[in-house]
């Protein structure tokens, strides 16, 4: 069992930063690939951006490549999600997630623990 917390959300005007932290607990935060993914009202959740065990691959979704970095610090059980140039379709609930896999992967099926999300809001 792994369990996450996310904190870091808040609200931001369009072209602001956030970093979000996830604290992992339970087992061996290393073991897993971990990942972020956003819900707007209304819409269905989706991938944002994952990082290998090692830190060494990340994989971002299109729309947050070059503005959102991924990053993990696996002796602080801890991964981060910045987000900078933020835009007002940024706004989501904002999970993170656990996947007992060796590479990256990008579906929530494929994750096995998440945390309860932290709101993000990007004001015009």
């Known amino acids: 069992q792994v369990q996450l917390v996310e904190s870091g959300g808040g609200l931001v005007q369009a072209g602001g930063s956030l970093r979000l932290s996830c604290a992992a607990s339970g087992r061996t935060f290393s073991n897993y690939v971990m990942g972020w993914f956003r819900q707007a009202p209304g819409k269905e959740r989706k991938f944002v951006g994952g990082?290998?065990?090692?830190?060494?691959?990340?994989v971002y979704e299109d729309s947050v490549k070059g503005r959102f970095t991924i990053s993990r610090d696996n002796a602080k059980n801890t991964v981060y999600l910045q987000m900078n140039s933020l835009k007002p379709e940024d706004t989501a609930v904002y999970y993170c997630?656990?996947?007992?896999?060796?590479?990256?992967?990008?579906?929530?099926?494929?994750?096995?623990?998440w945390g309860q999300g932290t709101q993000v809001t990007v004001s015009s």
């Open positions: 990082i290998s065990w090692s830190g060494g691959r990340t």
């Open positions: 997630a656990a996947a007992n896999r060796i590479a990256v992967v990008t579906t929530s099926d494929e994750y096995h623990y």
